[in-house]
C-alpha cells in the first residue's frame, strides 16, 4: 500500500534556526521586508509556521537575528583583523576590502543595503537597529584602520568620520549595483573589477603627499 507524501515541514519539524535564517535570507533579499510573509519563510525552511514562533516571536525579530547572524560577526572579524595586523596599513586596507567584498559582496548578504535604502522609511525601528549594528560599527572599524596608519605615518593625516564613511560608500554602491540589474549599466561580473580600482584610488588619495 503506497501513502501520500507529507508535506515538507512534517518531514523536518526540528529545522534548525541556521535553516530558518537562510531562508529568511533570501526572501528578504528577493522580495523586500514588508512583502516578506513569515508563512512563506517557514515553508522555504521546511518547518511549520509554529516551528518559526519557537525560535522568532516577530518578523522584526526574525530580520535581526539574521543581520546579527550573518553581517555582525563579520564586522567583529574585521575588527579583530585591524588590531592583530603585523603588515603595513596600505597591506591592511587591501586585505580588508578584499575579504569584506567575499564575505559579503560576493554572498547573498550583500542585498541587505538596498533592503535598507528602500525600506527605512517604512520601518524607523528597523533602520536605527541595522545603523546602530552594522554601519555605525563598520565606520568605527575602518576609523580605527585609518587612526593606525595615522599614528604609523603610512596614511597622510585625515578627517576619521568623515573619510570612514567616504570609504564605505563606494563598497555599499556596489552591492547595489550588484542588486539592480536593468537599473544601473553595471555588468555584476565585473564588480571584482570596479573594486579593484576603488582599492586603487583610495589607495593614492590616503597616502602621503610627499609620496
Known amino acids: 500500500m503506497s501513502f501520500p507524501c507529507k508535506p515538507k515541514w512534517e518531514r523536518r519539524k526540528e529545522a534548525r534556526p541556521q535553516e530558518l535564517l537562510s531562508a529568511a535570507l533570501d526572501l528578504f533579499v528577493e522580495r523586500g521586508f514588508a512583502a516578506t510573509r513569515l508563512d512563506d519563510v517557514a515553508k522555504a525552511a521546511g518547518v511549520s509556521k509554529g516551528t518559526l514562533y519557537l525560535y522568532y516571536s516577530s518578523k522584526e525579530e526574525l530580520f535581526k537575528a539574521v543581520v546579527r547572524n550573518g553581517m555582525v560577526p563579520l564586522i567583529g572579524e574585521a575588527e579583530s583583523m585591524v588590531d592583530s595586523f603585523t603588515g603595513t596599513t596600505e597591506e591592511l586596507f587591501r586585505t580588508l576590502m578584499r ?16 533592503l535598507m ?5 517604512n520601518f524607523p ?3 536605527a ?12 572599524m575602518v576609523a580605527s584602520m585609518l587612526r593606525r596608519g595615522m599614528e604609523r605615518k ?33 555588468d555584476p561580473d565585473k564588480l571584482d573589477d570596479y573594486l579593484a580600482h576603488y582599492i586603487e584610488l583610495a589607495l593614492h588619495g590616503l597616502r602621503p603627499l610627499d609620496r
Open 99 to 114: 575579504t569584506w567584498w567575499d564575505s559579503v559582496g560576493n554572498t547573498k548578504l550583500s542585498g541587505l543595503p538596498k
Open 117 to 121: 535604502m528602500a525600506e527605512a522609511g
Open 125 to 127: 525601528e528597523l533602520s
Open 129 to 140: 537597529f541595522y545603523q546602530e549594528e552594522v554601519i555605525e560599527r563598520g565606520e568605527r
Open 154 to 186: 603610512e596614511i597622510r593625516d585625515v578627517d576619521l568620520e568623515i573619510d570612514a564613511r567616504l570609504l564605505i560608500s563606494p563598497m555599499i554602491m556596489m552591492m547595489m549595483w550588484k542588486h539592480s540589474t536593468g537599473v544601473c549599466k553595471v
